[in-house]
């Protein structure tokens, strides 16, 4: 069992940034793959960057490519996404997801889930 806690949601203006955390607490941290996914009102939840057990691959939603980087600190069993260069469209809540060593970009994939931050972006 994982459970995931994600922190770092707010309000930002457009342009601004935002450093999201996702502590988890469980045994074997490093052997899960990573990922942030998020869901606006009214929408679907959609993948926006996964890390995998290692740490070495990485994968971006092309939304997020070029604005926001997702880390891992495995010594702290925790998962970073930094964002930049944020959007009004980037208002959603922002929720952490774990599954065994491979990223994949679909909710059905995950196993464990935290309860979500939520981001807002004002323009």
């Known amino acids: 069992q994982v459970q995931l806690v994600e922190s770092g949601g707010g309000l930002v203006q457009a342009g601004g940034s935002l450093r999201l955390s996702c502590a988890a607490s469980?045994?074997?941290?490093?052997?899960?793959?990573m990922a942030w996914f998020r869901q606006a009102p009214g929408n679907e939840r959609e993948f926006v960057s996964g890390i995998d057990w290692s740490g070495t691959v990485i994968h971006y939603a092309d939304s997020a490519k070029a604005r926001f980087t997702i880390s891992r600190d495995n010594a702290k069993n925790t998962v970073y996404l930094h964002m930049n260069s944020l959007k009004p469209e980037d208002t959603a809540e922002y929720y952490c997801?774990?599954?065994?060593?491979?990223?994949?970009?679909?909710?059905?994939?995950?196993?464990?889930w935290g309860q979500g931050t939520r981001v807002t972006v004002s323009s």
């Open positions: 469980g045994r074997a941290f490093s052997r899960y793959a």
């Open positions: 997801a774990a599954r065994s060593f491979i990223v994949q970009v679909t909710t059905s994939e995950y196993n464990y």
